[in-house]
Nanobody
Framework: QVDLVESGGGSVQAGGSLRLSCVAS?????MGWFRQAPGKQREGVAG???????EYAESVKGRFTISKDNAMNSLFLQMDGLKPEDTAMYYC?????????????????WGQGTQVTVSS
């Protein structure tokens, strides 16, 4: 069992920045950030492998940066140039696989989420 705890959400105006953090209680392989807006399906935002290989959703490329501190079992998401459409609950997730994935069904462990609200 791996417990994940997110932090760093909040409210910001369009064009602003936020940095999300996630701490894992145990060793993980693939980690990722997901988001879910009211009435919408959960979608992958960014994923990262222990060797640093990354994958981003098209909607956040060039604005969001995922990073990981393997020694501290911590995951980060730097979000710049935020837009109102980025408003959602953001979740940290992990699974012990081999390839980076943005598919929620591939992930076994999930945090409780942290709310990000972007106003226009």
């Amino acid at each position: 069992q791996v417990d994940l705890v997110e932090s760093g959400g909040g409210s910001v105006q369009a064009g602003g920045s936020l940095r999300l953090s996630c701490v894992a209680s145990g060793n993980t392989a693939i980690m990722g950030w997901f988001r879910q807006a009211p009435g919408k399906q959960r979608e992958g935002v960014a994923g990262i492998r222990p060797d640093g290989a990354k994958e981003y959703a098209e909607s956040v490329k060039g604005r969001f940066t995922i990073s990981k501190d393997n020694a501290m079992n911590s995951l980060f998401l730097q979000m710049d140039g935020l837009k109102p459409e980025d408003t959602a609950m953001y979740y940290c997730a992990a699974f012990k696989g081999w390839s980076v994935s943005l598919l929620p069904r591939n992930y076994d462990y999930w945090g409780q989420g942290t709310q990000v609200t972007v106003s226009s």
